[in-house]
């Protein structure tokens, strides 16, 4: 099922399945701590949905999270929800919503990238989706000689992570619009549903000898170059053009 449904199709389903038992368990009066329990399991049950592990802890914690936040949510006035909205939809975008969402790049996990793919003094390489400037931070310790760029959608995001990484050129840019013929490296820390999409762009656009590197997530078709052990267990996928397809 988890295949059939974009995310976050699978935790809406699941927390909506979980306050429906609620609901239906508190009109019959039963009590509190079945109410509580029986929910909370099915929560439990349906993380399995998620495709990874934090979009199971998140489906899991949805419905105790939800029901403890509501115990707050009558001293709010109602304009507050509204500004909440606001501050979201400017933070992350409609438009894009099928990309991921802020997953900062952790600190020290591109360590020995450098090693495993050198690159050029002045390289261009670009963080596709690039937040807060968490991941063009990690780059930057690897190559402090190349021509960082970061494109984010999002204005707010955009604006604090040119401020935070100022020897970048940060531009508020769609990725997908964005023409990366002229790059050496494109770095990703996407969802796996845009692995394909991020593929066939870079197919297109990356020249021969170009990198794609994504972080945790595999593009299943491809064959990837190498695997980069991160020193923090995760796994970079580097792929080099012209691509290889993976074996049937």
Known sequence: MSRRLNWPLPALLAWAGA?????GLGALGVATWVALALPGALGLG???????????????????????????AGMLPSWAWLLA????ALLYPLR??????????PRGALQGLAAAVPLRPLARVIDAGCG????????????????LEGHEWSWPLAWACAWRCRWASVRRRDLWAADWSAC?????????????????????ELRRGAWLASLEFPVPA???????????????WLYRAPFSRAAE
């Open 222 to 236: 491809l064959r990837p170059h190498t695997v980069h052990a991160c020193p923090d267990g995760r796994s970079l």
């Open 85 to 88: 909205l606001g501050v979201l």
């Open 132 to 147: 807060l400037g968490d991941g063009l931070r990690e780059l930057h310790r690897e190559y402090p000689r190349a021509s």
């Open 46 to 72: 349906l993380a399995a949905l998620g495709a990874t592990r934090w979009r199971r802890a998140l489906i899991a914690a949805g419905f105790p999270i939800s029901l403890a936040a509501s115990a707050f």
């Open 96 to 105: 894009s919503w099928r990309d991921a969402p802020l997953f900062p790049t």
């Open 184 to 204: 050496d490296m494109v770095y990703l820390f996407q969802r796996p549903e845009s692995m394909a999409r991020a593929a066939a762009k870079a197919a297109r």
């Open 19 to 23: 306050w429906t038992l609620y609901a």
